[in-house]
Structure formats: structure tokens, C-alpha cells
């Protein structure tokens, strides 16, 4: 049955050009432009076909194209996001710092005004080792490491200084006299002295208003001893120095360095 209709189909349009022809020549003309409409119609549907597969491709290619788009996106987005995160990281360590960096500040300011006022009853020889140290932390013209770094030589001096015996000369002021002595500092606290003759001696000690010196003729003989064994002038012996511990008020005997 099928076949028949086939048959039935494709006679159709020469009984159709019979019909509408009433002679050969427009039989043959129409029958001409009849299989060209037919080719034209299968080229272009062979020509949609492959502009099918074409477009189908370009389709596939767009979704491909669409993806990585959005990986990409998604991957900058992450970016953009760590990028922020590091940003605060930094913002935030950097107000530590800043912050940080005030608390030392203070710290070196107290440290400053404690230096000062110790300075003049610290020994004559600390204070020529820490000459340099103290301007550095006093008149704040270096950097902040740089006069933590003095701070630290300051205190490690201070702590050194307290556990040997240091002998310097320099000048001391008794009454209205000065003099030019050895002083021998037992600490950062005390100090016995000597003149160049041998002929006077005294002691020396730290106070609120600086070094105080006075003459002690009773101990002559112990502190002569005393230098001499520094100097490996004599053989070690005992040696009976008194610890002082405070100062009596005699206008005649004392004065401040």
C-alpha cells in the first residue's frame, strides 16, 4: 500500500503538467524546472544539515567557552577573596606594630629619665663607658632599635660593673679642695681613693645628690694595702675595708663629684 502511494506521489506532478500543458515543449520546460526546484530543495537541505552541524559545534564550543568562564571567574573571585585576606592580615599586624611600637616608646622614655637620673651616682668610669649609649637613648636622634640596643648595653654594664673592681683615675672634690685620686670601686655603690703621694686616702659613695668622697685616715693602712694588692704589688691578704652604708652630714669632709 505504501509503495502504491510512493508511486501515486511521484507520478502526480507530470499528470499535474499534462493537465496544465498543451504542448511538449511546456511539458519538458515544466518538468526541467521542476527537478531543478527539487535540487535546489535537497541542496539546501544538505546545505542545512551541515550549517546544522556547524552551528551545533560553535554550540559546543560556547558551553566549553561558558565553563572555564565560569571556573575562571570563580577562581579570580577566590583570588580577589585571599587577596583580601591578606590584605587585613597585614592592616591588622601592622596596627600591632604601630601599636606595639608606642608601648616601646614609652618604655624607652622611662628608661631615658631613669638613666638621667641615676647618671651622677654612677661611676666615674661607667659613665665614661656609657657616654655614648646615653646620648643615643637620651637625645632620641637615632632610631628605636638603635637605642634599645644602647638600653641593653646600659643595663648588661650596669650588671658587669657591679660584680668587678675597677680602678680609674679622676678628680674628686672634698670641701673646697679637688684632687686628682686612683679610685678603686668595689660596685657601682662605693669607692676608695688614694692620692698620687700615698699620703691621703678616703672613700667614696653613691647618694640621691651624686658621689660623695670624704677623707678616712683611720683605714690608711688597709687601703694603701688594699691598692697595692690590686696592682699584684703585694700578696693577696684579707684586708679590712668597711662596707659603708650611710653618709653623716659634715659640711668639712664631703661635697658631691
Known amino acids: 500500500m505504501k509503495s502504491i502511494f510512493k508511486s501515486i ?9 499534462h493537465v496544465m500543458a498543451s504542448s511538449p515543449e511546456q511539458v519538458s520546460e515544466l518538468a526541467h524546472q521542476w527537478i531543478q526546484a527539487k535540487k535546489q ?6 546545505s542545512w544539515q551541515e550549517e546544522k552541524q556547524k552551528l551545533q559545534q560553535q554550540q559546543q564550543l560556547y558551553k566549553v567557552e561558558k565553563k572555564a568562564l565560569k571556573e575562571q571567574l570563580k577562581l579570580t573571585h577566590q583570588d580577589a577573596t585571599d587577596v583580601d585576606k591578606q590584605k587585613h592580615k597585614l592592616l591588622s599586624q601592622q596596627q600591632d606594630l604601630e601599636v606595639q611600637a608606642q608601648v616601646w616608646e614609652q ?5 631615658s629619665e631613669k638613666l638621667l637620673y641615676i647618671w651622677d651616682r654612677l661611676p666615674v668610669p661607667l659613665q665614661r663607658q656609657l657616654e655614648h649609649e646615653k646620648k643615643q637613648i637620651v637625645h632620641r636622634k637615632s632610631s628605636l632599635s638603635e637605642r634599645y640596643r644602647s638600653m641593653l648595653t646600659v643595663i648588661k654594664q650596669l650588671h658587669q660593673f657591679q660584680k668587678i673592681i675597677s680602678l680609674t683615675d679622676h678628680k674628686i672634690q ?9 679610685a678603686l670601686y668595689t660596685g657601682i655603690h662605693q669607692a676608695w681613693f688614694i692620692t698620687p703621694d700615698h699620703q691621703k686616702v678616703g672613700y ?24 697595692a694588692m690590686f ?9 679590712g675595708l668597711p662596707i ?12 658631691s663629684l
Open 9 to 17: 506521489c511521484v507520478f502526480m506532478p507530470f499528470i499535474s503538467l
Open 41 to 46: 530543495v535537497s541542496d539546501l537541505r544538505l
Open 107 to 111: 618604655e624607652s622614655s622611662a628608661f
Open 174 to 182: 672634698i670641701g673646697s679642695q679637688s684632687y686628682v685620686v686612683e
Open 204 to 227: 667614696g659613695v653613691a647618694t640621691e645628690q651624686g658621689w660623695i668622697w670624704r677623707f678616712t685616715p683611720q683605714y690608711k693602712a688597709d687601703i694603701q694595702k688594699a691598692f
Open 231 to 239: 696592682k699584684q704589688q703585694h700578696e693577696v691578704d684579707l684586708v
Open 244 to 255: 659603708i652604708t650611710q653618709v653623716k652630714e659634715e659640711s668639712d669632709d664631703e661635697i
